[in-house]
């Protein structure tokens, strides 16, 4: 897992060594929260969380000023002082908002999440713009070690709709990340069913998220996409 990471940052920020990269994200006096996700079924893998909070302390970061969570974010006090922010999350489909991506992990920087579901969940890229996130997101990174799929309906999983796809997508970009995610489960769901299944919702937000939201780029034409290790069955 930390070899994974470290190659796709030092890809990522252009550098021979992983310090040297994480060193163009995080400084020293950094307070960084890194907001995980917990969700019981297919959470952020523990092992994922120990590589990312190693690489924050050799860069300098003292352990007390490291701090993950994810629906305590707005009580933790780290989250409340952080300067920095890392974003990591396992890439699914998800009943509001179509996938469950980095966009949608920061849902629980607000303390009605409900009032963000509305439209496909397309206000979320509002809560990036709220003081206790904005600017502050160096990284993000989604788990793609084993996605879901497909699904149907609130809180769904079936292991049917998981596979072994051993990824990580990474980059400063959240719009990217996401739209790049969003492809892959659109690209497996074509392998799989023969067709392009539809979800409870399409996940409109990315693309409300740049073009309303201007945080990044949603239009895979434009996203310059990175494919490291092995190419069979990369799909996208």
């Not at 995080?26 to 690489?55: C, F, H, Q, Y």
């Amino acid at each position: 897992m930390q070899s994974m990471l470290d190659e796709a940052v030092k890809s990522l920020l252009g550098t021979n060594e992983p310090l040297e990269a994480w060193q163009k994200l995080i400084k020293s006096s950094d307070i960084v929260g890194m907001k995980s996700n917990a969700w019981a079924r297919l959470p952020t893998p523990k092992e994922l969380e120990v590589a990312i909070k190693r690489r924050l302390m050799h860069v300098g970061v003292a352990e007390k000023n490291i701090d993950i969570d994810d629906r305590g974010v707005l009580n933790n006090p780290v989250f409340i002082k952080a300067t920095a922010l890392v974003n990591v999350r396992p890439l699914r489909t998800h009943h509001w908002s179509g996938v469950g991506t980095c966009l949608k992990n920061y849902i629980q920087f607000v303390p009605n999440p409900p009032a963000y579901h509305d439209e496909g969940c397309s206000p979320l890229g509002k809560i990036w713009t709220y003081p206790i996130v904005k600017g502050k997101t160096r990284l993000n990174i989604l788990s793609a070690l084993t996605p879901q799929f497909y699904g149907r309906g609130a809180h769904f999983f079936d292991k049917r709709y998981v596979w072994p796809y051993k990824g990580l997508i990474v980059g400063t970009d959240p719009v990217a990340v996401d739209a790049i995610g969003a492809h892959l489960l659109q690209a497996k769901r074509i392998a799989f069913f023969s067709e392009d299944r539809p979800l409870d919702v399409p996940p409109i937000h990315i693309m409300v998220a740049d073009k309303t939201y201007h945080l990044g780029v949603s239009d895979l034409s434009r996203i310059q996409l990175i494919k490291l290790g092995w190419k069979e069955e990369v799909l996208i």
